[in-house]
C-alpha cells in the first residue's frame, strides 16, 4: 500500500512538473489603484498571466484604465468609444505615498505613447494596432473610435517612476474634458500587493 502510494504521488508530481514546463514560478510585489467600479485585469501576456494591476473602469462615458507597472511608473490610459472626444487638461500626474524612508510627494509629467502599444492587458481591450494621436501635442482633442471591433485608447506614461519601496498612496490623474464637460482631477489610492502564481516563459 505505501508502494502504491508513492507511485500514485510521484505520477502526480511529474504530471504537474510536465503541464507547467512551460511556465515557472512567480512571487512579487505589485501595486493595485483602488477604484470601486474598477475590473482589475491582469497585466502581462495579453492578460493571461500576471498580477491584476490594471485597474479599468467606466468613467462618464469613456472608460480608463490606470496601472503602475513593475518599473513603478505611473500610467493612464483613455478608452474612448466612437462619437466621443476628449481633451486631458493637465500635463502632469501627482503622486502622495509613503515608502520604506518615509512620506513623499511628487508631481510626474505625462508623456503620449502613440505607436507605443504593448503586450498590456487582454486584446479586446488592448489589441488596437493604430496609432491613433491626431492632434499637435496628443492631449487633445482625442478622437474616439474603433479598430477591428476594439475602442481607440490613448496611453500616457510618467516621465519617472516612484520609489520601488512605496507601499501605497494617492494618485491625482489629469482632469478632463469629456464631450465638452470638464471634469476635475480624480484623486486614487493606491497599495502595495503581492502577487503568487505562475507565468509562461514566453508568452
Not at 67 to 75: G, H, K, Q, S, V
Not at 161 to 176: A, E, K, N
Request: hydrophobic letters at 35%; aromatic letters at 10%; proline letters at 8%.
Amino acid at each position: 500500500m505505501v508502494a502504491n502510494n508513492t507511485y500514485t504521488a510521484r505520477a502526480l508530481v511529474l504530471k504537474i512538473s510536465a503541464s507547467l514546463s512551460d511556465c515557472y514560478p512567480s512571487v512579487g510585489k505589485y501595486w493595485r489603484v483602488t477604484v470601486p467600479t474598477a475590473t482589475y485585469l491582469n497585466s502581462l501576456c495579453a492578460g493571461s498571466f500576471g498580477p491584476p494591476a490594471i485597474s479599468y473602469y467606466p468613467y462618464h462615458g469613456i472608460y480608463i484604465s490606470v496601472w503602475i507597472d513593475d518599473l513603478a511608473i505611473p500610467t493612464l490610459a483613455l478608452h474612448i468609444p466612437t462619437g466621443s472626444v476628449v481633451q486631458v487638461n493637465d500635463r502632469v500626474m501627482h503622486v502622495q505615498g509613503l515608502s520604506r524612508t518615509g512620506p513623499f510627494e511628487a508631481t510626474l509629467t505625462l508623456r503620449a505613447t502613440p505607436g507605443g502599444f504593448g503586450n498590456v492587458g487582454p486584446y479586446k481591450i488592448y489589441g488596437t494596432r493604430v496609432d491613433p494621436y491626431t492632434s499637435p501635442d496628443n492631449f487633445g482633442p482625442l478622437k474616439g473610435g474603433e479598430d477591428r471591433g476594439i475602442t481607440l485608447w490613448y496611453e500616457y506614461g510618467a516621465n519617472s517612476p516612484i520609489p520601488q519601496d512605496t507601499t501605497g498612496g494617492t494618485l491625482m490623474l489629469p482632469s478632463l474634458t469629456i464631450n465638452g464637460q470638464h471634469y476635475e482631477a480624480e484623486s486614487l489610492t493606491f497599495t502595495q500587493k503581492t502577487s503568487v502564481g505562475v507565468a509562461p516563459i514566453n508568452c
